[in-house]
């Protein structure tokens, strides 16, 4: 090390982490700048969000998802140290202790800055047998590899009859469900709400599970699932539940996860309720100079509650290693926060939502009014004009949009991005219903359904105005 | 008329004239209200943007693009007289002159409020020939009837060979070459400007020359047409410019359109640069307490320029006849102007624009960055993620989003409604980098083309601004 050059230490190889690294080495060279960066895994930068496509096949291959390996990264004077976990930060002395996975030697590595980008765990349920082979969680590339295997032993033992049950029906729930359908397994989804989608409010949560029973998808709803039933060789054979057991060849848990910040709150630093790492808009978690952090171990600031939110979100943790990049390499950037915008599909069933549900404009002290228009993708008398249901709260008196939801077909999910952009911007019900958003036949009818929920919000909000 | 009932008197009954009698109606009942509605032609409220798909047999019948018929309207108790051509304003008499173009007699018909919805008339070169059987314009249902007879008359000749000549390549040439590829014709566009689609930039219509070139298009830029020759028979037979000829069996005029004003003109009614007629916001005639005009008759507020526009758009006749309604029916809306967004496409190429081009720019006192990138409709590993191609211009200094114009794939057109949002909120380039829109695999690369293209804008403002 030159008496100038700093070191950056980075945890965690993937998209917050090598982002921050690869934006940190466009703006200082090598003499400037030295960056280690310790992945306890065996990839970096890969798509945990595809990990569904691939297992059901819409993607052929596994480093179809890998977006950049780590002798990409070595290329460009990263020093990338793969199989190594970080297992303690000494934030008084500026080191981190790692561990080499495997030969098992530790050391110790002193940094300038640090980059906290060690992602999410995914819940797992304490349930009698949990760990019995054929139950998968789907976080990581090698999860993936891990169900694939499994689903090859099951497809090679008998062509019929497959039966898989995803445990959770959230975005990684109902994405397994397809990938499960696409690969012709019988599919049951176990869902503890009262509706898949809990992201969604109920009544567009419904519209989710009627279109997914439409595709054969048993859904049982309200439900726990108290014990995983192992047969006579230890695999997984059923998933029980206090009234009923569901055979399966394979079960799925897609029940959500949490920061995986242990390693942070030991070292002392601050977390917030959702468990993730309280930062800054610069990324920097509070009140340490030198550190930074991001990706799906912080909480993000919600605009539209101003309050923090756990989001695990590949879109996120890109910006974030951006923003912590440009930072740490001298230059400026910040992450404002989000409006909580996400799109998912299942089969040819789009769901999209931005901004609050009608709980959180309660949680957060906001009176609103809620409409919910049908429409559809293109003008109706065009071909593949395909239905969608939209929902969208505005505040009471300010007619201030507050969210939107959206149930469709084809070309209904990212719509939402409209309405995200009118969040962030601040606007009304009423001047969204002026927006010039693109018209043709093969693109939307002359209303585009953005802006027919719009005008239903404004004469809901001045109903509201005018009987109160 | 009872002694506290008013008389609406419209002109023309399609998109803004009968959108607004529907929303005054819902406004005000007939006994406050009497609505009369004169209409020349024998259609209401239909879609003329439809005309291209109907043409080309996506649609299969005229009817399919007729929003509400006259006995519809009629049910609605608006007295709407078809065949039935307004040829006078009287306004400081308050009272119309109307002429049955079946019976032919003529009468005034008094009125407390007026609302002008005459439309635009397409542009017809004066060339030798123009007006041979074979030559067709498509701005009415009836021209369209009119070319699919003359289309059908060719097609009962012969199975081969049949060609079609396109004059204009801006949204109806380029539709209307692919409604004739769809039918089966050899196609030429014959177009005044150096590429297709002068919307765009001339890069950007580069890109459209190429691909409409490699639908099999004939594409003959920078070149007018002298004469339009004819057969024996006294139909067309070619379309000749000064260096050749084309073949045609048929010749479509897609060469813009203007302002129907003559009427308000003759009436002393306020008109601007571009022939349309001039409003408020509430979308009232300059300078007229009580008269109301919309739709492709008027010209529009650009918010990017602050200049006036003429822009002949059935979403923008809608929005105004909702806008005039609401007004006209004692309620309150505006119609505070447009970004210039609009959406098209030929076969399966989608082409988008919004905001300024840099020729406008420039014409509005504004310097900017100008950048292009390259992205895909969906992650790159995932099934049908298409090819598309961003520009974006962002006003030097301040960053601000002048523009943005795409031209791509399937799921690039739709896109532009983010940029024409943050255009009406008036966001800087470096704000877009931070938009939260929706993210998964199947809707969008982990960076959505529009966010890749602002991080360049930043990049090129952050440059200029460096360097100047």
């Known amino acids: 090390m030159s008496s100038t050059q700093e070191r950056l230490v980075i945890i965690g190889g993937d998209a917050a982490g090598m982002s921050a690294a690869s934006q940190a080495r466009r703006l200082r060279s090598p003499d400037e700048l030295e960056i280690v960066a310790f992945e306890r895994g065996r990839f970096t930068s890969y798509s945990a969000c595809g990990i569904p496509y691939w297992v059901g096949g819409a993607v052929d291959e596994r480093d179809d998802l890998v977006a950049r390996t780590p002798e990409e990264h070595r290329e460009r004077a ?51 047998g949990i760990d019995a082979p054929g139950v998968h969680g789907v976080q990581t590339l090698g999860d993936g590899q891990a169900l694939i295997d499994t689903l090859e032993r099951t497809e090679d033992r008998r062509t019929e009859g497959r039966r898989a049950v995803v445990v959770g029906a959230g975005y990684i729930g109902v994405e397994m469900a397809e990938a499960m359908i696409q690969r012709g397994y019988d599919v049951t989804v176990v869902n503890r709400g009262k509706e898949p989608m809990s992201t969604l409010d109920p009544d567009m949560g419904r519209l989710v599970h009627d279109a997914m029973t439409g595709l054969g998808i048993e859904m049982v709803n309200d439900t726990e699932v108290t014990k995983i039933l192992t047969g006579d060789d230890g695999r997984v054979r059923a998933v029980a539940t206090e009234n009923a057991e569901y055979p399966a060849d394979v079960v799925i848990l897609g029940v959500g996860v949490r920061p995986e910040t242990e390693l942070a709150r030991e070292a002392g630093l601050p977390l917030g309720e959702h468990g993730g790492l309280l930062t800054d808009l610069a990324m920097r978690v509070r009140g340490h100079e030198n550190i930074w952090a991001g990706g799906d171990c912080v909480e993000v600031l919600d605009l539209m509650s101003g309050r923090e939110r756990h989001i695990a979100l590949g879109t996120h943790a890109n910006k974030h290693g951006q923003v912590i990049g440009s930072n740490v390499g001298g230059s400026y950037a ?103 958003l693109g018209y043709a036949p093969p693109f939307s009818p002359v209303w585009d359904p953005i802006l027919v929920a719009a005008r239903k919000a404004v004469a809901a909000v001045r109903a509201d105005t005018a009987s109160s």
């Open 78 to 128: 990263i020093d990338l140290r793969m199989r190594t976990e970080v297992c303690r930060i000494d934030v008084p002395g500026r080191r981190v202790l790692a561990r080499d996975l495997e030969g098992g030697e530790e050391y110790w590595t002193a940094y300038d800055k640090l980059v906290i980008a060690t992602g999410a765990r995914p819940l797992r349920p304490s349930l009698p």
């Open 334 to 436: 910040t992450f404002p926060g989000v409006v909580g915008t996400a799109v998912s599909k299942v089969c040819d069933l789009e769901i999209a939502r931005t901004g609050l549900r009608e709980k959180d404009a309660l949680a957060a002290g906001l009176r609103f009014v809620s409409v919910t228009i049908e429409s559809t993708s293109r003008a109706g008398y065009y071909p593949g004009a395909a239905l969608m249901t939209v929902k969208m709260l505005a505040e009471r008196r300010t007619g201030k949009l507050l969210g939107v939801q959206i149930v469709g077909r084809e070309g209904a999910g990212k719509r939402v991005d409209v309405a995200a952009v009118a969040l962030t911007a601040g606007m009304t019900v009423e001047q969204m219903t002026a927006l010039d």
